[in-house]
């Protein structure tokens, strides 16, 4: 078989194990210099192939390879931008496909959530829509765990992990203080339109009595008295009341809850997250002395906190991906097969990416429980295997080493620039 | 010599570390059974003293005070409650050397910063005050650093320690994506008064071209055009701007920036902190996409990352005040020397208490750039030491393990109640 080069991309926000898939696929791919050529990463995702702004992989040592499984963040930068239809930007496929000729592309690997999947399937479909054939397999990437058919997606046991960590702490040091200081803590997390995030912090305690005393999903309406009931019945009962809250939570009309912040002086929607406007409800209604954070994004970069579980499960998709390619599989992606809850055991599967592309997986109703507070213990079985284990990266000086890859461009070939 | 009971208590907000104070004053009493018959420890501090609340730690396994070792938050509970000068509140005074003497308590072990020092060294006049013979040792903790004589606090070094690793992982996260989305992002850091924290954040990178691009100290009055040219200039030259407020950040006429958020529809002041008043700023002024932080509690809780240096550190300073006592020591607290920088070479030393209460440490102004935005080499080769080397908690389940000490309150003696 001809030797060929090969595209890998990550693609949409990035996690704190996406590196440890593109490690995946970097080595595996060194495995057939018989069959691919050199790996160029896209530089910010598929607008570096756009823009022919290829980074040369081969020039990486084998060390930066290997680090790069410890370190978060994209290494070759990300984006945020989704191929339009065929039909409606046919210009865009039209560009990728020169850029892949001149540069003798004949895999491409694209690595990411939902919207990435849906590129990965129209970049599949060159092949018979424009006459260029290529390999296209998609690997899953989403801190919001929101992919479907995967038991779960790579970056998202680490947040996991970091969230449910944090709140145990940060639980206990509200537990020290309550009796004559803060009463009410709130941690906003991410998660978007699905609670598996929030539902994390449940990990950290058990039963009505132990913090979190309140998990704010989207997929439950929010009750303004409910939930303050639930905070007042919690520091008269527990002496305080510890809340996770999901940045999508919204009221039972669609609103979101951190919509409810406000204007400032300027007329200005108030920035900030549900987190500060729950405090503020918190405050007028009850009174009670209260702390809030938001950790945006420090909980999808923690790699220093990551799961053990969710390192070897984006390395998996990694090393996956490129042997699909090697095995003549096109249009696929790997996905995580949950064999076994305890002991966990899990295998590698797979999946067309035409039915992948553009779904989203909520929770399912009865990992909630039924006070729509908490999390049940079906959804504790789902989770625990997915925090399970710790992955620490190397220390220097005191602070995690990270990859720093030299990112070098390959020349150009074609004449024309590209504008977005 | 007689045996005689101790009391220990933990004062002020709790740090990752303070429980290792609490293991190194259990585990050193344990050792002299011949003269101190059992710890006490007072449930929220000194709170527990006044109204005869009093743990009897000797009733805790080996193991549990071990585990105490890697333990987050306060573990018998913490008060914000400062006594008030002898002659103002004698009443309270008075109590205490009731329940002292009714538990037969010798030696009083008081776990804090500032305002905790300042109690400590009112006990120790009790002596002199109320006849009552009472051995009064300070034991330093606070993650604002703020105590004089001290090289450092214990506390402060496993904050530092977050606030380094978070910023560089989070700094990869928005370089990784600066092309398409996020252009600016901000991060609140505890501190109140004293730039320590924020300064940590520095660790993270070197030079003025790399993250964190800005650090806002509340030593160094904040100008809404420099800082602004700031952020525009960092996004232009390197794509992405990362900002480290420290809470306490503030105007040249004292006003902090975070009151500036303004007012919500009920007219009261807006909650929240620098970082969403600072990312407005930025949206309003230069209009780049933003996303921030704020870490609260979570980073003083976060024993998952703590510093080894620091661990060691609380141990050591609770240990050595039980050895104090057994020398003879009276109205001191143990610092940390610091013998030597690289390598980093530390002991213990001693400081009359009457010296250190009600004092306050502000960084010294060579260690931040001239800029105002920044840390110096000095800063850094003083900061490096103190976030040194990892100590991870057990985990079991994906979580840290932490002590469930059993808390159970010695029998009440005294007939009379206290109101607070």
């Given at each position: ?11 949409g ?35 570096g ?19 790069l ?27 990728l ?15 990411g959530?939902?919207d ?77 339109h ?165 779904q ?26 997915l ?31 590209f504008?977005?």
């Amino acid at each position: 078989m001809a030797v060929k080069n090969a595209f890998y991309a990550q693609s949409g926000g990035v996690t704190a194990v996406i590196n440890a898939s593109a490690c995946g696929v970097l080595q595996t791919a060194r495995k057939y210099p018989d069959r691919i050529g050199k790996v160029y990463a896209g530089r910010n995702g598929i607008i570096g192939a756009l823009r022919e702004e290829l980074i040369d992989t081969s020039l990486e040592t084998d060390e930066t390879i290997a680090a790069l499984r410890y370190t978060p963040g994209g290494a070759f930068g990300s984006c945020r931008h989704k191929l339009k239809n065929f039909d409606e930007n046919k210009r865009e496929y039209e560009r990728l496909i020169e850029v892949f000729r001149a540069h003798d592309i004949g895999y491409f690997f694209y690595n990411g959530g939902g919207d990435s999947q849906d590129t990965a399937y129209k970049i599949s479909q060159l092949s018979e829509r424009l006459g260029y054939p290529i390999t296209a397999i998609g690997i899953p990437k989403t801190v919001d765990n929101d992919l479907p058919f995967t038991d779960n997606c790579p970056g998202f046991g680490s947040v996991a992990k970091y969230v449910a960590t944090s709140t145990l702490e940060a639980s206990l040091d509200i537990e020290s203080m309550c009796e004559s200081s803060t009463k009410v803590f709130i941690l906003e997390v991410m998660g978007r339109h699905a609670g598996w995030i929030a539902a994390s912090a449940g990990l950290a305690g058990k039963g009505h009595d132990q913090a979190p005393h309140i998990i704010l999903f989207p997929e439950i309406a929010f009750d303004r008295e409910a939930f303050l009931a639930r905070v007042d019945h919690c520091v008269k009962e527990y002496g305080y009341c510890v809340v996770v809250a999901s940045e999508g939570a919204q009221y039972e009309d669609g609103h979101f809850i951190a919509d409810a912040g406000g204007r400032d002086a300027f007329g200005h929607t108030q920035l900030g997250g549900v987190a500060p406007v729950l405090a503020n409800m918190v405050k007028q209604a009850l009174g009670y002395k209260f702390h809030w954070a938001v950790s945006d994004y420090l909980q999808r970069a923690a790699r220093h906190i990551a799961s053990e579980t969710d390192v070897r499960q984006a390395y998996a998709v990694g090393e996956a991906a490129v042997e699909f390619a090697m095995n003549g599989k096109n249009a696929v992606m790997p996905i995580i097969r949950r064999e076994q809850n305890s002991p966990y055991r899990w295998s590698i599967g797979e999946v067309p990416l035409g039915e992948v592309a553009n779904q989203e997986k909520k929770m399912p109703i009865h990992y909630i429980r039924d006070d729509g507070f908490g999390i049940t213990a079906d959804c504790r079985e789902y989770l625990l295997p997915l925090i399970a284990g710790e992955d620490y990266p190397p220390f220097e000086n005191g602070l995690p080493k990270v990859a720093r890859p030299a990112n070098k461009l390959v020349p150009k070939k074609l004449k024309a620039t590209f504008e977005l």
